[in-house]
């Protein structure tokens, strides 16, 4: 049995010397590899750079970066390997960086634009705005070793990244795919509404939803949802990591 | 003798997930804490979230995240403790958050500028775009617990940080200071001009500047400037930390 377990967080490059990093430890994916220690399965783990691992040394380790290399890798082992599982915990942002600009240069831009270009109402001239800092940003600067530190401001402009776990049962649609899903500070509804969305949107089989608010230490309160609503509470990366394993060794 | 050394890198909150960092790994700063590990020398040693610590249970760790973190840590330090030297070899952000915004607020913002004021020419119109960017961020979303990815662009407005090196010789002016420099894939004329205009702004004793195309493992290329010129050349972070603490013990 194989079982493609995904941990930690993504680090996008804004520079050689800054990061935009999407904060997790991984010792939920790390727990759960652990409860598979000694069963009679293969763990391939896909983890992020700051990511604790499990110590295991049966399982294939995948470093990964950014959520382009998180992209290429999920893809090369969901086309070759077939899964059982896929555990999705990783901290995968949504953006990437599109540009760093400053205010000086942006200002001229979008000057540059509302001079050339005819608008008549409010709407418009903000509809003229809004495609400088849509469109024209690839071009406005060249990618910079270390960006300046002399302007006043720093203005990183983030494109949408690909949706990795959108494509998941895409490049194996026999796999079952288990999604998490992180929120802050929210009702137990939203969560479990938010949860259901992902389902839908994403093929997914299940999904861990949690609030950053309730996880502390080994605390960590998540609700296993399915397309039919919370299918198990648990209180505990343990409780997690267990129900995570019964699921897995009853297929 | 009291050393304080400074090793690691900032991590400045976006969101309750997401931070943007300045990657260091502090290993250089273990190493010249590890040099002095059976001197008569006291180690005060702050440090950003992911460093890596020197094994010494005589050190005092100074844990920080952000650049206001480590000015409030250093100005208590600097202003209680008569330190002979201070290494500062952190990597710090030059920036921090001032706004998280979207494409489409931020449009109508600046569309609203516009159609509010008056213009003649487009140097005067990107005056106003500036404004914008510059004055009137602070107000312009109210703080997220975790950014909605809803939106095509990510809009980060980072502001000036703190500057911590400019101010360590005001909170204390009898001690010594060893500033560091990192640029990247520069001549070293450059590097030695920029390393003088941080002694000179700075009022710093020395600094290692270094290019990261020249690190790579344990080889670590550092000039030693002082106000004079190069002083000493290393190519490893042990010779750096063994010129530190000749320097130090020679005091």
């Known amino acids: ?59 294939h380790f995948f470093p990964i970066h950014s959520v382009q290399d998180l992209y290429d890798t999920m893809k090369k082992l969901l086309t070759t390997i077939s899964f059982d599982y ?4 990783m901290a995968v942002s949504d953006y990437e960086l599109d540009t760093a600009t400053n205010e000086a240069l942006l200002s001229e831009q979008i000057a540059e634009k509302i001079i050339s270009e005819e608008y008549k109402t409010k709407e ?57 899903k992180l929120l802050v500070d929210v009702s137990e509804e939203e969560l479990v509404s938010v949860a259901q969305d992902s389902i839908e949107k994403n093929k997914a089989d299940y999904i861990l939803a949690n609030d950053l608010t309730h996880i502390k230490g080994d605390q960590h309160i998540g609700l296993f949802v399915s397309k039919q609503g919370i299918e198990q509470r648990f209180n505990t990366k343990k409780e997690i990591a267990q129900g995570m394993k019964q699921l897995i060794l009853k297929n």
Chains 1, 2 share one sequence.
Not at 41 to 57: M, S, T
Request: cysteine-free; glycine content about 4%; aromatic content about 4%.
């Open 1 to 59: 049995m194989n079982i493609l377990i995904t941990a930690g967080g993504t680090s996008e490059k804004i520079d050689e010397v800054r990061h935009l990093t999407n904060h997790a430890t991984g010792s939920l994916g790390k727990e759960i590899a652990n409860s598979l220690k000694n069963e009679a399965v293969n763990v391939y783990y896909v983890h992020g750079p700051q990511a604790v691992l499990p110590e295991n040394d049966a399982i």
């Open 86 to 89: 896929v555990i999705h915990s």
């Open 124 to 180: 418009e001239l903000a509809q003229l705005i809004k495609q400088v800092l849509t469109d024209s940003h690839q071009s406005a600067q060249p990618a910079q070793k270390k960006i300046s530190s002399k302007n006043d401001k720093l203005i990183l402009v983030m494109k949408k990244a690909p949706k990795v776990i959108s494509q998941i049962k895409t490049w194996q649609p026999s796999t079952h795919l288990i999604g998490f």
